[in-house]
């Protein structure tokens, strides 16, 4: 996976529109990929895949659906499927609207659900939530570079570890303090929610819908009993992060201090 390249994605797609397919990834919702090009669909969607380390996307995959498995966009389990333009001209009418739809030719969400709603707005049933703000802001920033540079083919290699360096801050960032909302259990971590109501509130309704998430689930299960060395690699890894952020925040705050 990590051999796939990026430059499909940020040719294709600007940095708000992969923010936007990953905000439907993080909180599980169905996303459907459309094209005229039926080669972009795969690495497109890998790369995606990539850049939601440290977690596992746990639904319904189909890089490009085979027209005899038409009957899977009718699913109501969540899915992240691929399509040519044709397949989905024929079946346009039928998708429910809580679709999230990419046209990659022309890099444009052609459907987001109705009910979209920002982070800071506290009934969150049945709803959408935004990534976090800030969060979201600072990343947007760290990605207009190497998303230029890659485009172009400028540097290929660095312009690649530098897009996973900045999702990695994000999730970093996002989970600065997550110890802090966690308890062990029976040998299993699970999630303390009344502590996790005392975030502040610019990550709060987001955090709550991702906890709840398979993938959230998963991540922690992988936490507390790795399988392998990669396993703990990448738990490892992704502390580091952690404590990366929780230092850059704490010099901040020396800094206006002083």
């Known amino acids: 996976m990590c051999n796939i390249s ?6 294709l797609l600007s940095p708000e529109n992969v923010l936007i397919i990953m905000n439907y990834l993080l909180l599980e919702q169905s996303i459907l990929l459309v094209s005229n090009d039926i080669k972009v669909l795969h690495p497109i969607m890998e ?4 850049l939601i380390f440290p977690f596992k996307y746990q639904m319904i995959y189909v890089p490009v659906l085979p027209y005899k498995l038409i009957d899977l966009l009718q699913t109501e389990c969540p899915y992240f499927i691929g399509v040519h333009t044709s397949l989905f001209k024929k079946v346009k009418d039928t998708l429910s609207s809580d679709v999230l739809i990419v046209n990659l030719d022309k890099n444009e969400i052609q459907h987001i659900k109705k009910n979209w709603i920002e982070a800071n707005i506290s009934n969150t049933k049945d709803r959408i939530v935004e990534l976090p703000k800030i969060e979201r802001k600072k990343l947007l920033s760290r990605l207009n570079n190497p998303f230029i540079a890659l485009s172009k083919m400028t540097d290929k290699t660095l312009s690649k570890s530098e897009i996973r360096k900045s999702f990695l801050r994000f999730f970093a960032s996002v989970l600065i303090d997550y110890d802090n909302f966690l308890h062990i259990r029976k040998g299993e971590y699970k999630v303390n929610v009344e502590k996790l109501k005392l975030i502040d509130n610019n990550r709060k309704c987001f955090l709550k819908c991702f906890v709840s998430t398979n993938m959230f689930k998963y991540w922690l299960h992988e936490k507390g009993h790795p399988k392998s060395i ?3 690699y990448d738990i490892l890894l992704f502390q580091e992060y952690v404590i990366a952020e929780k230092n850059a925040l704490s010099f901040l705050k020396l800094d206006k201090i002083v």
Request: hydrophobic residues 45%; neutral net charge; glycine residues 0%.
């Open 47 to 50: 790369s995606m895949l990539i």
């Open 230 to 232: 990669t396993e703990s």
């Open 6 to 11: 990026f430059y499909p994605l940020v040719k």
